[in-house]
Structure formats: structure tokens, C-alpha cells
């Protein structure tokens, strides 16, 4: 079992900056990747951003230019780094990481963004 906790989430003006923390612990062993994921009031959680081991990232076209993801050497913590952000930027958002030994995919509880205009 993995657990994930989040940290760092909070109110923040338009244009203003905050990161993001997601603590790994238990079993890792099949932990490689890990991703920030984000779901607003009334839509779908979507893919905000993601690392790989080999330190490889993926971001949405929304963030892209504001926000970097990275981990630290040993898989354990996961940080994203979200500058200039926007009111639409307001969500839950949720730190993600799939074991590639046992299928399973761990979700964190969750931190709140808000982002006042």
C-alpha cells in the first residue's frame, strides 16, 4: 500500500505563486511516476502535469510556461511549482502515482487552490 499526502495548497491572488508537496511513503517499490491532477467544481479531474523516474515531464497545454513539476532523487516526494496563476486555476487538485508492479493507482486526499481575480 502507498500512501499520499499532499501539503501546500491555500487562497492566492491572480498572478501570484504557490507549490504544491506530495509526500510518498509505504510500499514505492513500483512507484516510477508520479502527476499533479486537478479537478475544478462540475468537471472532470484532468492531468495537470507529470515526472517520470527518468525525470521526463508532461504538462497540460493550460499550465504550460507557469507551472514545473519535479521529484526528488528518491521518489518520495513530488512538488509542483505554480506561478502565475489564473481564477480557472481554482481546483482540487491531487497528486497521482501508479504502481507498475501492481496495477493499482494511488490517489492523494487532495489540497484546494483557489485563486481570487
Known amino acids: 500500500q502507498v500512501r499520499l499526502v499532499e501539503s501546500g495548497g491555500g487562497l492566492v491572488q491572480a498572478g501570484g505563486s504557490l507549490r504544491l508537496s506530495c509526500a510518498a511513503s509505504g510500499s514505492i517499490f513500483g512507484i516510477n511516476d508520479m502527476g499533479w491532477y486537478r479537478q475544478a467544481p462540475g468537471k472532470q479531474r484532468e492531468l495537470v502535469a507529470a515526472?517520470?523516474?527518468?525525470?521526463?515531464?508532461n504538462y497540460a497545454q493550460s499550465v504550460k510556461g507557469r507551472f514545473t513539476i519535479s521529484g526528488d532523487n528518491a521518489k518520495t516526494t513530488v512538488y509542483l511549482q505554480m506561478n502565475a496563476l489564473k481564477p480557472e486555476d481554482t481546483a482540487v487538485y491531487y497528486c497521482n502515482a501508479p504502481d507498475f508492479i501492481t496495477g493499482a493507482r494511488y490517489w492523494g486526499q487532495g489540497t484546494q487552490v483557489t485563486v481570487s481575480s
Open positions: 515526472v517520470t523516474s527518468g525525470g521526463s515531464t
